[in-house]
């Protein structure tokens, strides 16, 4: 299986990225050191820095393309909304 996340952190690839393009962050070392992420074990390093570099996730044996809208409308309040939504 591929890595997605930072499970020491427990920070999702997408939720990472969201969270640099809203900031303009575009330096892995700004981004680890406002969010905290690959500073537990590191492994998911080298994997986050490919996927902020191509927007490739590596899922299993497959290389995923994530688009930029699919990240940069990801948001809290979006995904309460929706699961509220979902439940009525």
């Not at 070392?29 to 492994?43: A, V």
Request: aromatic share 4%; hydrophobic share 25%; charged share 30%.
């Amino acid at each position: 299986m591929g890595t997605t996340r930072c499970d020491c952190k427990n920070l999702s690839f997408l939720g990472l990225r969201s969270y640099a393009q809203r900031h303009g962050i575009s330096d892995i070392q700004e981004l680890i050191r406002q969010t905290g992420c690959c500073t537990g074990c590191g492994t998911c390093r080298p994997h986050l820095e490919e996927f902020l570099r191509t927007g490739k996730l590596k899922v299993g044996d497959q290389s995923i393309q994530i688009p930029d809208w699919d990240v940069r409308d990801l948001s809290l309040s979006r995904l309460r909304m929706k699961r509220r939504q979902d439940r009525n």
